[in-house]
């Protein structure tokens, strides 16, 4: 018998795919739930259930969405719930108590806008959100944290127990994935005439399209940047329309149209990768491990990136890449022109960066640690006394296994 996994998550799960499919390599039962469209799921051979809930702040449609995932969960019945995105983290273990003795593993990764704005909406939301916290730890068997100024704050505000937490750094990257899509995909050339970049240098970023990401900073570098270096192009990669209030408008866009491209969601990123001469990510948010910066390290590009939890474990500054203060245009734009204008130590750092993530965030790596977690929690759950949430045939498999 293999353990049963219910993996949680929102709009963009599918880019967990290889994920779940490492874990089910390694001899897990695998369900994925989420918000996202089921096709790739089916592609890959797994097994998904639709789940909605509202992104953002709605507390009859939490209430509603904890219901309707404690019932997946009663017809699913997983072993292991793991979730990953703010809002999921919140609801699993909520969820999981339609299901006692079902194990439950929440993945901060990120903090989020709630954490990150300095909006009169978020200050306010705060505390309620540590109680929410707080009461979905007491049924949440290991919180995971993707960095550890994440895993202090929690443990310092009575969010997470320290005796009940784990790190795992990122949710890994899709390395052999990563370079099979750079080699089949279209050429820089192929690319550059699609998009009328010419021969222009291209600055890129891949992310929402938001405030809290950092977008109208980009924006106004972008403006600085043209100033000096009037052939260079920004390439901005990622959602707009479906970010709400949060997004940057159509028309502040249009306000940088000569030199500022959004070409929406786009599945050949590794591709676009290749074109690009740098990638910038001024995010304010609290990130985990941000996936674009791994992939962006990947690629080899030189990375500037906001001095913000999560993108310094992957950019060290003048080592890796450079990092810059959130909300600072003229820093931006200064060390992204540096980059082009000395591009042998711009390849230097971005080779660094590389190899960085290939050492420590592969796919393969974070993977096995997720698993180990796993086994280590179904063995600990057969031997302690009184729980009983594991079925027999299983705890035998796991009590022989351990």
């Known amino acids: 018998m293999r353990p049963h996994l219910l993996c949680i998550g929102g709009e963009d799960h599918a880019l967990r795919i290889p994920f779940l499919v490492a874990l089910r390599e390694r001899g897990f039962r695998v369900t994925a739930a989420g918000t996202g469209a089921a096709e790739p799921f089916a592609a890959a051979g797994l ?37 990953f995105d703010t809002k999921p983290a919140l609801l699993a273990p909520f969820a999981g108590r339609r299901a006692p003795g079902v194990l439950v593993v929440r993945t901060i990764n990120g903090m989020g806008w ?44 009575g969010m997470a127990a320290k005796a009940a937490s784990r790190l795992i750094a990122g949710s890994g990257v899709d390395i052999t994935g990563f370079d099979q899509a750079l080699a089949s ?47 260079a192009r920004f390439l901005l990669v990622g959602p707009r329309e479906s970010e709400g209030p949060f997004a940057i408008s159509q028309a502040e866009l249009d306000r940088h149209s000569p030199y500022v491209r959004a070409i929406g969601r786009r599945d050949d990123v590794p591709s676009l990768l290749r074109l690009a001469d740098a990638f910038a990510f001024p995010t ?79 796919l393969d790596l974070v993977a096995a640690r997720y698993a180990a977690l796993y086994t280590e929690l179904l063995a600990r759950d057969f031997r302690s006394e009184g729980r009983g949430g594991i079925r027999p045939e299983l705890a035998y498999e796991w009590q022989r296994r351990t």
Request: glycine content about 6%.
């Open 185 to 231: 995909g279209p050429s820089e050339a192929e690319l550059r005439d699609t998009l009328g970049l010419g021969r222009s240098d291209v600055i890129m970023t891949v992310t929402r399209l938001t405030r809290q990401k950092g977008i109208p900073t980009l924006l106004e570098a972008a403006r600085l940047v043209h100033q000096e270096r009037p052939d």
């Open 114 to 157: 709630l954490y990150s704005s300095r909006g009169p909406s978020a200050l306010a939301l705060r505390l309620a959100y540590r109680v929410l916290h707080r009461l979905a730890s007491r049924s949440t068997t290991t919180t995971v944290f993707q960095n550890h100024v994440d895993a202090r704050f929690f443990h310092r505000h």
């Open 284 to 362: 304010e948010y609290r990130e985990g491990i941000p996936r674009a910066l791994l992939e962006a390290a990947l690629a080899g590009l030189p990375i500037i990136a906001t001095d913000m939890p999560g993108c310094t474990d992957v950019v060290r500054d003048g080592w890796s890449g450079f990092v810059v203060p959130p909300r600072s245009p003229r820093a931006l734009a200064d060390r992204i022109l540096e980059v082009l204008a000395d591009r042998h130590a711009a390849r230097e750092m971005g080779g660094r960066a590389s190899a960085l993530v290939r050492q420590e965030f592969g």
């Open 47 to 83: 097994d998904f259930r639709p789940f909605r809930f509202r992104r953002f702040v709605n507390p009859w449609a939490d209430w509603t969405a904890v219901r309707a995932l404690g019932a997946l969960i009663v017809d699913v019945r997983p072993e292991i719930i793991q979730s």
